[in-house]
């Protein structure tokens, strides 16, 4: 872990939290005209990550930051009209890391550790599918023959990478596939590298849908990760890519 860094709870786990419960919570933490600014802001902060991290008034690291203060800002709000009431009840997800209040203090959550949790489930709900729709919209366009298929979504996924790569942190010294790994260090699964390995998928620069008729062997398709901490939005991207594109094909070429 680099110094400096607070490492939060996050407490997704798909056997706890629910489809509805993560979308009700985006629905009432994104209510009216909130909502663009809110996304422009999570914009910032998505653009932030890999940017040289000072505070230079003008990069893109500073107005991430300044972006993550205003988001911070509204999930406080949020949080305290659900304490005292004021808010409309809602039995969401936001709810279920409230009703924590009561718990050990080892289990429950510190304000900003609810915060931290919004914040995730905002920036991977949104700027992950929109990105993945926007290279649905450009491979439909390169390539009319498709567009009857609803496998350009499994295919997008393959060649747009969304998210590239995503860390595991190793729990022991271990050796895999002869390099010797050190308790401690940062191990990156590579999903961009496994996507086009032409060992594992033929011709992989090529756009071809038709390569999901076959289901793919385990491990050589990660788009949304894989294992106990898969993601856990996959339904909600499918279904929102896929209302997407149908609106899109049956209405435009
Ligand atoms: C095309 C859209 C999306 C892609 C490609 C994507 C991809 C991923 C990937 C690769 C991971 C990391 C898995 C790992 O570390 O092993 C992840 C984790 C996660 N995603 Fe997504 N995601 C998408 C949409 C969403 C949506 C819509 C939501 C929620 C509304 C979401 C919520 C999460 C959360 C909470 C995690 C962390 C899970 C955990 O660590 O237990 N994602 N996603």
Redesign the pocket.
């Known amino acids: 872990m680099q110094k400096g860094f607070k490492r939060y709870k996050?407490i997704?786990?798909?056997t706890q939290i629910g489809f509805d419960a993560?979308?009700d919570t985006?629905m009432s933490i994104t209510d009216g005209n909130m909502l663009d600014e809110m996304e422009r802001d999570c914009k910032a902060v998505y653009d932030a990550t890999l940017t040289f991290p000072v505070m230079i008034p003008g990069t893109r690291y500073y107005k991430g930051m300044k972006a993550r203060q205003r988001l911070m800002e509204r999930f406080k709000k949020i949080i305290a009209d659900r304490r005292s009431g004021k808010a409309c009840f809602s039995d969401d997800f936001l709810q279920s890391m409230l009703e924590r209040d009561s718990y050990p203090a080892d289990e429950k959550l510190e304000d900003e550790e609810i915060m931290d949790n919004l914040l995730?489930?905002m920036l991977?709900?949104?700027s992950?599918?929109a990105?993945?729709m926007m290279w649905s919209v450009k491979f439909l366009s390169d390539n009319q023959h498709v567009q009857d298929k609803l496998r350009v979504i499994k295919e997008t996924?393959r060649m747009s990478n969304?998210?590239m790569w995503?860390?595991?942190i190793a729990s022991d010294d271990c050796t895999i596939d002869g390099y010797e790994i050190k308790k401690g260090w940062i191990v990156d699964?590579d999903?961009t590298y496994i996507h086009y390995d032409p060992a594992l998928h033929k011709d992989p620069l090529r756009f071809d849908p038709s390569r999901f008729d076959e289901m793919p062997k385990p491990y050589t398709y990660?788009?949304?990760?894989?294992?106990?901490?898969?993601?856990?939005?996959?339904n909600?991207?499918k279904v929102?890519?896929s209302v997407f594109l149908h609106r899109l094909t049956t209405g435009y070429t």
């Open positions: 996050l997704f786990v798909p993560i979308c985006l995730t489930t991977s709900g949104q992950t599918t990105t993945a996924l969304i998210v995503y860390p595991r699964v999903a990660m788009p949304f990760g894989s294992g106990p901490r898969t993601c856990l939005g996959i909600m991207a929102t890519m």
